[in-house]
């Protein structure tokens, strides 16, 4: 059957089948029947055919075997090891199976028959096995490495054995002459002899010649211990000695009084622009106000009634270091006001203003609390003290501080 492009034509090219439309067709071509006529399709196209299923793939072949290990090398470094054998190439893909022919078309729209599942791939073959590595070659013996650095000095050996005596020392000296003996009775005095003739001078002898060394005398007897001689230079000093042995733990002390830390640091800031704790002159008597922090945070020293800004309470039988800093813009002085006893001895001041700085011991009075406060002496002259306060390029607020610190308990 030749291939038909009639747009009609729905022909089975596989089975070799002619659709009624080629059929009539050529039926009609053939015997030129004037009855014929033109075949049109009336029925609707049936569906396609479902694909064929895939062929399986082919198996895979068989891994080829992992080829020998090379021999060790003979005597020296190991040689390397032999090359793995060659893995065997895998087995070729089995084809995949023909996709089944697409069924006919059904008449009028009757589905078509699924095509048949094509056959199974043929399996591929066995790799060949890898050949065997060849032996591999002795290694060459290494170079001779560096010298190592010398190592760390050993510990020191132990004390050897004690040596032989050495040999006896020389004779010491001879010892000195002995002191001379006491002096004698004195003997009687004998009668006077005649006077004697002068002799006359003899002549001078001729120069003797010297004679030779005698044989070294015997050793002469020990001379008496000779007085003691003075006091020689003072040695260099000897080693220290050993430690000695720790003394016997002595008698434990009186439990002391008992002290507790106690201070303060009061204080107040000025400012031109922003918080002034003291923006009004201080007067004869009145007092710097020190209103920060409200409540002393490190111990008993607290405000007056717990809210004054200038007025501060100390307990009895106390020994206190007080300091107090302030600048003043003018002339003035301040000192230390103790139960509304001024202490003299405590005042400072500066002509013209700056910084007047402070530092006292006092001593509270036993059985009641004190109050302290800072003040402009009474006896100074009116206008009062202005203290100075941060402006211009000076931005943050100058302060004040008065700290009060318990150093003992009488």
Excluded at 53 to 70: A, L, Q, T
Aim: aromatic share 4%; glycine share 22%; charged share 30%.
């Amino acid at each position: 059957m030749s291939d038909c492009d009639e747009v009609y034509c729905v022909c089975d090219k596989y089975s070799n089948k002619e659709c009624s439309y080629c059929y009539s067709k050529n039926n009609c071509i053939a015997k030129k029947s004037s009855s014929c006529k033109k075949v049109i399709k009336v029925g609707k196209y049936g569906r396609d055919g479902k694909d064929g299923k895939d062929g399986e793939n082919g198996k895979d072949g068989r891994p080829g075997r992992d080829g020998w290990p090379g021999k060790d090398g003979c005597d020296g470094i190991d040689g390397r090891d032999g090359r793995d054998g060659i893995d065997g190439k895998d087995g070729k893909n089995g084809e995949d199976g023909r996709d089944g022919r697409d069924g006919k078309d059904g008449c009028d729209g009757i589905d078509g028959r699924d095509g048949k599942d094509g056959c199974d791939g043929i399996d591929g073959r066995d790799g060949t096995d890898g050949k065997d590595g060849k032996d591999g070659c002795d290694g060459k013996d290494g170079e001779t490495g560096p010298t190592g650095s010398v190592g760390p000095e050993g510990p020191e050996g132990p004390v050897g054995p004690t040596g032989s005596r050495g040999r006896d020392g020389f004779n010491g000296r001879d010892g000195c002459d002995g002191q001379d003996g006491a002096t004698g009775p004195k003997g009687e005095n004998g009668s006077d002899g005649s006077d004697g003739k002068d002799g006359k001078d003899g002549k001078d002898g001729k120069d003797g010649t010297n004679g030779t060394d005698g044989d070294k005398g015997d050793t002469g007897p020990t001379g008496d211990k000779g007085d003691t001689g003075e006091k020689g230079d003072t040695g260099e000093k000897g080693d220290t000695g050993e430690k000695g042995d720790t003394g016997p733990t002595g008698e434990k002390g009186d439990t002391g009084s008992c002290f507790l830390v106690d201070f303060a640091d009061f204080y107040g800031q000025m400012s031109q622009s922003g918080i002034n704790d003291n923006p009004d002159d201080i007067p004869p008597g009145g007092s710097v106000k020190f209103p920060s922090p409200a409540v002393n945070p490190f111990g008993s020293i607290q405000r007056k009634e717990g809210t004054s800004p200038s007025e501060f309470v100390l307990p009895p039988s106390s020994v206190f270091e007080v300091i107090f800093t302030v600048t003043t813009n003018n002339t003035g002085e301040l000192l230390i006001v103790l139960n509304g006893n001024e202490l003299v001895p405590t005042t400072v001041g500066k002509p013209g203003g700056g910084l007047l700085y402070g530092v006292s011991i006092i001593t509270t009075p036993p059985d009641v609390d004190s109050i302290l406060s800072i003040n402009n002496p009474i006896s100074a002259p009116s206008g009062g003290l202005k203290v100075d306060e941060s402006s211009g390029a000076l931005t943050l607020p100058l302060s004040c501080h008065l700290v009060i610190k318990k150093i003992a308990s009488v």
